[in-house]
């Protein structure tokens, strides 16, 4: 018994399985699902995540030079920088630049460092993102970190350009936290 087998054509015979318009149907749908992707991928870039290359070594052995990683744009914009974050900011001397340091304390925070040793409302900070080789013995008078602002520091501490020179970082410019380390494949993992 046949049912209606005039249009097709079995695979069998060479013939494949399109219809007369099908191949037109399949370029539409494949274009659709890219313009669906591209567009997706940039709501996400803008709003969401933002890949960024890490220049320098302040944050070994976290991250290191040329270390390719995604920040989190929208963690800030709904919830609080808390101390630890690794967090992405403008310069605060020159908004062409950005650097990525970690909070050390935030806004109403008393901070003190005494010869490499942070004092945070008056306790002593474990560091274990410190390894010992990158530890320094500066020493910070204490101070009260001014409202809306963060005291941040690389990680390598002996060579980090940080709020120990240029101040605490004022929260309009921090625009990103960091969140996963995407390349080199061997280092991909959260940042922590």
Not at 62 to 80: S, T
């Amino acid at each position: 018994m046949e049912i209606d087998g005039q249009n097709e054509q079995s695979p069998e015979n060479g013939q494949g399985g399109e219809r007369p318009g099908q191949g037109k149907g399949t370029m539409h749908s494949w274009l659709r699902d890219l313009v669906v992707s591209v567009v997706a991928s940039a709501l996400i870039i803008i709003f969401l995540y933002q890949p960024v290359r890490v220049e320098g070594t302040s944050m070994l052995p976290m991250l290191e030079d040329q270390d390719r990683l995604f920040i989190n744009k929208l963690a800030y914009r709904v919830g609080e920088i808390h101390r630890g974050d690794v967090v992405v900011f403008l310069y605060p001397h020159d908004h062409e630049k950005s650097y990525i340091k970690r909070v050390i304390a935030g806004p109403g925070d008393d901070l003190r460092i005494d010869h490499g040793q942070v004092y945070v409302n008056g306790t002593p900070v474990k560091e274990s993102y410190v390894p010992k080789r990158f530890a320094d013995d500066r020493s910070q008078p204490e101070m009260t970190v001014p409202a809306h602002e963060y005291f941040v520091m690389g990680d390598h501490r002996s060579i980090s350009s940080d709020s120990r020179d240029f101040g605490p970082v004022d929260r309009a410019l921090i625009y990103g936290k960091a969140a996963f380390v995407y390349w080199p494949m061997d280092q991909a993992g959260v940042v922590r």
